[in-house]
């Protein structure tokens, strides 16, 4: 496995940069040339991760990379030990670096990680996920390759308590993963690589094309990689996945947090259709009929309502029989029997956040007349032009917590 080492920021990509950030009213970002040498950033955002934090970043440090990484760990505002860890980990490796987000929200971590990032390549890694060893080598590997310029690894849901683990199996069932296949297969039988629509998990790009499509937008607190994957299909790009990058998720832990994760999913995948036409699937409208037809059949009388009634008693044997189907991968028996609960709890919390997503943000019109057929009128509704909203890709260093360490004495 060979990877190109970094090299020297030229003056026209350095414009190009410039001519980003003015497009998405920011300041200038740092392309200065002392800071070569880095070979690829990981950015990391953090908020409130103390149980998983030390075990996590141990597991980062890890990665098997043919050059020279940096790690930008960006606080979003913890209110838990996880300062005082993240302290102690800089203090044992010097390519780790610390920053801190003053607004809180993941895009604004990434854009802050992004403005400081020195490597030719960046990658996102998130707190409660385990990487494998090679996942930065294999995906700056594949970009050198040609012919796509983001790519990832699947998401593997693993579950370490019952409704974590229940989430699990629920997910690895049709009416969990929907159409999305960022939870792809793994192992003998996958494929060595396929394409992702706007579902994505995170991925590996070089620095210069996320600073060419101006970062992550920081109006999407959720939602934000499906977003940007947006703007990258629109302008015909391919993205890649790729089964050796697959990662190990953590899913909720409870069925209260469950319930607000998909709310928020719900609400931002409506915001990302509304920008984004293209992005909706089919399987996107299934939770908000449900939500609807719950509501419509607590209406009393009528044959509108005894139809809504019978479409539920439909759509509870499914969730039973999704149920059944996974029984025999349940690592216990009582796993099985909440993957009907949690499955319900995701398609109401989904589609309830869809609704509300449509009524705080610009309906999702377009999207909806193109995934049901009407082309032209999805054409005529078609959004208006927009700006990526990234202001935390500024040039000071007012965000940085540890000194940054000379490029040419990380380790390699």
């Known amino acids: 496995m060979?990877?190109?080492?970094?090299?020297?920021?030229?003056?026209?990509?350095?414009?190009?940069?410039?001519?980003?950030?003015?497009?998405?009213?920011?300041?200038?970002?740092?392309?200065?040339?002392?800071?070569?040498?880095?070979?690829?950033?990981?950015?990391?955002?953090?908020?409130?991760?103390?149980?998983?934090?030390?075990?996590?970043?141990?597991?980062?440090?890890?990665?098997?990379?043919?050059?020279r990484l940096e790690f930008l760990l960006v606080d979003g505002g913890s209110t838990d030990a996880t300062p005082e860890l993240l302290a102690q980990l800089a203090a044992t490796d010097a390519r780790i670096r610390l920053l801190e987000n003053p607004q809180g929200f993941t895009p604004a971590s990434l854009n802050v990680a992004l403005a400081h990032a020195r490597g030719r390549w960046v990658a996102r890694m998130d707190a409660h996920t385990e990487y494998p060893e090679e996942y930065l080598a294999r995906g700056v590997e594949r970009l050198q390759q040609g012919g796509t310029r983001w790519v990832s690894g699947p998401q593997v849901a693993t579950g370490h308590d019952r409704v974590s683990r229940a989430v699990a199996l629920a997910l690895s069932t049709p009416l969990g993963y929907g159409g999305s296949r960022k939870w792809g297969a793994t192992g003998d039988s996958a494929p060595a690589e396929y394409e992702l629509d706007s579902g994505v998990f995170a991925g590996v790009w070089a620095r210069e094309t996320v600073l060419e499509y101006g970062g992550w937008d920081e109006h999407w607190l959720r939602n934000q990689d499906s977003e940007m994957a947006g703007r990258f299909l629109a302008r015909g790009e391919r993205l890649?996945?790729?089964?050796d990058m697959a990662a190990?998720?953590?899913?909720?832990?409870?069925?209260?947090?469950l319930w607000r994760q998909y709310l928020q999913y719900g609400e931002y995948r409506a915001k990302t259709a509304a920008r984004h036409p293209s992005?909706?699937?089919?399987?996107?409208?299934?939770?908000?009929?449900?939500?609807?037809?719950?509501?419509?059949?607590?209406?009393?009388?009528?044959?509108?309502?005894?139809?809504?009634?019978?479409?539920?008693?439909?759509?509870?044997?499914?969730?039973?029989?999704a149920g059944v189907t996974v029984a025999g991968e349940a690592e216990q028996p009582l796993d099985a029997g909440l993957v009907p609960v949690v499955l319900g709890i995701m398609h109401v919390a989904y589609g309830v956040g869809i609704l509300r997503g449509a009524l705080r943000h610009d309906p999702p019109l377009a999207a909806v007349a193109r995934t049901l057929g009407f082309s032209g009128l999805a054409g005529r509704l078609a959004p208006p032009p927009w700006q990526v909203y990234a202001p935390s890709l500024s040039l000071g260093r007012d965000h940085e917590l540890t000194d940054a360490v000379d490029a040419e004495n990380l380790p390699s």
Do not use: K, W
């Open 279 to 321: 992005t909706m699937r089919r399987s996107n409208l299934l939770p908000p009929a449900i939500v609807l037809t719950a509501a419509a059949a607590v209406v009393p009388g009528g044959r509108l309502s005894r139809l809504a009634r019978g479409g539920l008693c439909v759509y509870a044997a499914a969730l039973v029989a």
């Open 240 to 243: 890649i996945c790729l089964p």
């Open 248 to 257: 190990n998720y953590t899913p909720r832990s409870s069925l209260r947090s």
């Open 2 to 67: 060979r990877i190109i080492p970094a090299r020297r920021q030229t003056a026209r990509g350095a414009e190009r940069g410039t001519a980003m950030n003015a497009a998405t009213h920011s300041h200038e970002i740092d392309q200065a040339p002392e800071h070569q040498g880095v070979d690829c950033s990981v950015l990391v955002p953090v908020l409130n991760e103390e149980r998983n934090i030390v075990a996590s970043v141990g597991a980062m440090l890890r990665q098997r990379f043919p050059g």
